[in-house]
């Protein structure tokens, strides 16, 4: 497994309360078609925190039955309870999932060293590659890069989402673990100046509905075409900035329905997209061709 390139923050689309397993397939064959190296499903974007337990399995067991191998899953397990996260980690290891996916957790706002026995305590109790994920606007609580690199010392932590849009803090990563871990961006809209500050890809939400345009700028810089990358990123700038409107992933399950992708249903306390926001997503997804 290649710890680098585009994996999508799979959304988790809903029919009537429950998921729809005939637009999920339906999904994750577009998001592979369309170039994306790993699917990622349970995170936020995936409306992991309206989840029963019963249903986050079920989510994961959907993906890797229509993956079918063909990229790998890594599935979100995170929680603000260290007993759920462990519990949802093994559970995803079970199901057969790559690795697992952890968010900080949020609400209790645990120090550096709660954050470090945190992911210590998953990490040991379930034998399986784990990302970490940290995303201070969400969670209320940052987990410092002297802190990743602790973490990083623990064989199978072997890589960060890391979405705080803050270069400088990717910098910082980078010097302190060196190759030991893996960064991923977890902000499209400054994947493009990640790459070039060590990052080696991105969980991305506006995989969902223009898979091959991510992919295309991931393909770029890898190629060493600066050029078409910068032309990627700054023809999705739009795009990235629409996606945040609204609360994710409010606009992007908009966006999803207008391509047909998947039904508009969103899990309270979120509320559909506003229709004024619905038409200037509209307009830019039609700059992108992505009615075509």
């Known amino acids: 497994m290649k710890w680098e ?6 959304i988790t689309p809903f029919k009537e ?7 999920f397939g339906r999904l994750i064959d577009h998001l592979v078609a369309g170039g994306i190296d ?11 925190a309206t989840l029963t337990h019963e249903e986050h399995e079920a989510v994961i067991r959907a993906c890797l039955a229509r993956a079918k191998g063909r990229v790998p899953v890594v599935a979100g397990t995170g929680s603000n309870s260290t007993s759920e996260s462990i519990a949802l980690t093994r559970a995803a290891k079970e199901a057969g999932a790559d690795a697992a996916l952890l968010i900080t957790p ?8 709660g954050l470090y026995r945190h992911y210590r305590a998953v990490a040991e109790a379930v034998d399986i590659p784990i990302v970490l994920y ?6 209320a609580v940052d987990m410092k890069p002297e802190t990743v690199a602790r973490l990083a010392e623990i064989p199978n932590i072997v890589a960060i989402k890391e979405a705080t849009g803050d270069m400088q803090r990717a910098s910082q990563i980078r010097v302190l673990c060196g190759d030991r871990i893996t960064l991923f961006s977890g902000d499209d809209a400054t994947f493009f100046p990640f790459l070039a500050v060590g990052g080696k890809g991105c969980i991305s939400v506006v995989a969902n509905i223009a898979p091959r345009r991510i992919a295309a700028l ?3 810089w890898k190629r060493g075409d600066l050029v078409a990358a910068r032309a990627e990123h700054e023809a999705l700038l739009e795009i990235n900035g629409l996606l945040f409107c609204e609360t ?10 207008m391509l047909g992708l998947a039904g508009p249903e969103i899990r309270m306390p979120l509320t559909p997209i506003t229709e004024a926001n619905r038409q200037r997503l509209r307009r830019s997804m039609e700059t992108l061709g992505l009615f075509a």
């Open 218 to 220: 991931w393909q770029a």
């Open 38 to 48: 790993g699917l990622v499903p349970c995170g936020t974007t995936g409306e992991s």
């Open 17 to 23: 309360g429950r998921l729809d397993e005939e637009a």
């Open 134 to 139: 940290n995303v201070p606007g969400r969670t």
């Open 248 to 257: 994710s992933p409010i606009p992007v399950k908009a966006a999803a329905e």
């Open 5 to 10: 390139g585009v994996w999508a923050a799979v």
């Open 106 to 113: 949020y609400y209790n706002k645990p120090t550096q060293e």
